[in-house]
């Protein structure tokens, strides 16, 4: 099956999460639905994505899929994993920069996993890119963290990179690539 052939729900209430998937899985259809769910707070992200894309399925009555994205600090122990949203709004892009970009190990992984129901099994695909965080936030700060994450083999952080050559490398594209691999019947590793 073709990409192109595809139309796909995905839940979110993420205008840039949207504007990247759908510019990401083009030609296929990406019909976002904003509804809101209430997400199980854990730095488990597996467990995370799970429990929202049961209730993703359940509001919209038809295979859906959700994404969650995170940074894991290298400093600590791989933290906050599922948390990012409640760490990165409370400490804001100054301070998560003031306080893990001076460190000696400011290394960071930011992963996407996506959840995709299909009415009868939850599947996930995950994609990363290792990097580091700088010792201030560099470029817009309307993206979440995009700011405060530069990719290893790069300078600048996504949010200097821009939309387009962000997209070409980042977690979220590498996740979405194994998720189209399923749809259109290839071989997902």
């Known amino acids: 099956m073709a990409l192109g052939t595809l139309r796909i729900r995905f839940l979110s209430r993420n205008e840039h999460k949207i504007r990247e998937v759908t510019s990401i899985l083009s030609p296929a ?5 904003n509804v809101a769910i209430d997400e199980l707070q854990t730095a488990d ?27 894991y600090v290298s400093s600590l122990n791989d933290f ?19 306080i893990f970009g001076a460190q000696s190990d400011n290394r960071v992984i930011a992963k996407t996993v996506i959840g995709y129901c299909d009415s009868k099994k939850i599947h996930q695909f995950e994609g990363s890119v290792h990097g580091t965080i ?19 083999g790069n300078t600048e952080t996504f949010a200097e990179m ?14 979405l690539d194994a998720f189209s691999s399923y749809l259109t019947g290839g071989r997902y590793v």
Do not use: Y
């Not at 990012?84 to 301070?95: K, N």
């Not at 821009?162 to 996740?175: D, F, T, V």
């Open 29 to 33: 259809d990406v019909v976002a639905s």
């Open 45 to 71: 992200t597996e467990k995370l994505v799970r429990d929202k894309c049961l209730k993703a399925f359940k509001k919209i009555g038809h295979p859906v899929f959700v994404e969650h994205t995170g940074l």
């Open 80 to 98: 906050p994993g599922g948390l990012t949203q409640v760490f990165w709004d409370t400490l804001g892009p100054e301070r998560f920069c003031a």
């Open 134 to 152: 700088p010792q201030s936030p560099k470029g817009p700060r309307d993206f979440q963290w995009d700011c405060a994450f530069v990719p290893n």
């Open 162 to 175: 821009g939309e387009l050559r962000k997209n070409e490398i980042s977690m979220r594209r590498h996740a």
